[in-house]
């Protein structure tokens, strides 16, 4: 059935030649018998119908997985791309609002009865789907009650997810679906969480469904009022950004934030032979300085990025975190073949230094 605001806007019905014996136990549960089907047609003509009778519209079944992937595995078998249908399972949302004392079970027939359709499910496919149009449609009315309004929401609907929750979803409205860094505020302005994402909206978005079980994250959410977002160039940047704001406004919920002194730095110094070092603590002493980053290991693939890139700088095999500028290697033909020989055996060098060739 293809159905539009209650309105039956088509109908489409056919068996299908199984090419084989239908099983007996198929028979009784259906009613269905290999005289009925010699005359259908095969599945490389009745599936094709389906999906272009079905185009541009939501899938809505009863345990539509399992009836999901038996087309998409027909629709596969026949070298045909699943056209990747917005699929609605009835079996889901009645599991999160149909309580016990209702019905006994989450079973189509059951629901059936409680909601009073005006179809008898009987295993037959045209019938159940009339059976689900009414079903589904007394549960989006359930629903509905509880702020669910969009597609997404429905099909994420869950009842762990408490209203004042789902009401805080708008906050993720108008946010841009690119990398970058996001913050939530409270209503002062004050930032309480800091995070980073491939795509801002999206994640900010899963705060306000069931994927988010941190009781702290959701404590966190019934006081945040808005959502800054920083779009950032890439993954990098984005991590950086986070770790400055977190070092800056020490963030209640954020967990690295009780630890800000963590942070490592990238040095290169100002001098005729610069030198790159992993610091703790950013000075004014003229020198570049990159970071934070959140842990070593990061700052060390920092500096390999650096000197994959940039061919005139030798580093060794391992980088030492210092206190202090480290002393430089000699700029000398000897020198770099010491580095090199240091990197090939694996030996570890306490003087984390760069040099640049002259």
């Known amino acids: 059935m293809r159905v539009r605001g209650g309105q039956v806007l088509g109908e489409f019905q056919t068996l299908v030649n199984p090419g084989q014996s239908i099983p007996a136990f198929i028979s009784v549960l259906t009613g269905i018998t290999d005289s009925m089907v010699a005359g ?38 026949l070298g045909l791309t699943w056209p990747g249908f917005p699929v609605i399972d009835t079996v889901h949302l009645a599991r999160q609002l149909v309580s016990n004392d209702e019905a006994p079970n989450r079973k189509l027939s059951s629901l059936a009865t409680l909601f009073g359709a005006t179809q008898t499910p009987d295993h037959r496919a045209l019938h159940d789907a009339r059976a689900t149009v009414d079903v589904l449609h007394a549960l989006i009315a359930r629903v509905g009650n509880l702020g669910v309004h969009t597609l997404e929401e429905l099909q994420s609907y869950t009842s762990r997810v408490t209203p004042a929750q789902r009401r805080k979803r708008v906050l993720a409205a108008g946010l841009p679906n690119k990398p970058g860094v996001y913050v939530f505020k409270d209503a002062t302005g004050r930032p309480l969480y800091v995070g980073t994402s491939v795509d801002i909206r999206r994640r900010v978005s899963s705060y306000f469904t069931a994927s988010e079980q941190r009781s702290r994250m959701a404590e966190m959410v019934a006081i945040a009022a808005e959502v800054t977002p920083i779009v950032c160039g890439s993954g990098l940047e984005a991590g950086v950004r986070e770790l400055r704001l977190i070092a800056e406004h020490k963030p209640p919920y954020n967990r690295r934030s009780k630890r800000p002194e963590k942070a490592v730095w990238v040095k290169l110094t100002v001098e005729r032979f610069p030198r790159l070092s992993i610091v703790r603590a950013v000075r004014d002493d003229g020198a570049t300085y990159a970071g934070p980053f959140g842990s070593r290991a990061q700052a060390e693939a920092a500096l390999e990025a650096l000197h994959d890139v940039l061919p005139c700088v030798d580093a060794p095999a391992r980088w030492s975190l210092v206190a202090d500028p480290p002393v430089p290697w000699p700029n000398s033909a000897s020198a770099a073949h010491r580095a090199r020989a240091s990197r090939a055996t694996g030996s570890t060098s306490r003087s984390p230094t760069a040099r640049t060739t002259p």
């Open 40 to 77: 259908s047609p095969r599945i490389d003509q009745a599936l094709p119908a389906f999906l272009e009778f079905a185009h541009d519209s939501v899938l809505v079944a009863h345990n539509a997985p399992f009836d999901v992937t038996f087309l998409k595995t027909a629709t596969a078998g």
